[in-house]
């Protein structure tokens, strides 16, 4: 069975630092296109970042320069460090394997349930 489990997210204050994990199991991460992807309230999902299977890193503009996505191979797992945050990146966070080699993807095979990253003063 595939399962993904995101964990790491909670409420910081901007200019602050978080670090997103996603555990996941009955697939190997290193074989797919991986993404984090984010849904602020009210609003559609937004893609974040996609790490490809020969670890080329892609980012969405609004978070270039701030976030770092990696994988831990040996571990099966997807990171995302979270940098510098601002308020507009409050959302629910979650990571999905990506349908086929675009990036950004345009659709996802399977997501995890997400965590809340919250940034307010």
């Known amino acids: 069975e595939v399962q993904l489990v995101e964990s790491g997210g909670g409420m910081v204050q901007p200019g602050g630092s978080l670090r997103l994990s996603c555990a996941a199991s009955g697939f190997r991460l290193s074989n797919y296109n991986m993404s984090w992807v984010r849904q602020a309230p009210g609003k559609g999902p937004e893609w974040v970042s996609t790490i490809s299977i020969v670890s080329g890193t892609y980012y969405a503009d609004s978070v270039k320069g701030r976030f770092t996505i990696s994988r831990d191979n040996t571990r099966n797992t997807l990171t995302l460090q979270m940098n510098s945050l601002k308020p507009e990146d409050t959302a629910l966070y979650y990571c999905?394997?990506?349908?086929?080699?675009?990036?950004?993807?345009?659709?996802?095979?399977?997501r995890g349930q997400g965590t809340q990253v919250t940034v307010s003063s």
């Open positions: 999905a394997k990506s349908r086929g080699w675009g990036v950004p993807p345009t659709e996802y095979d399977y």
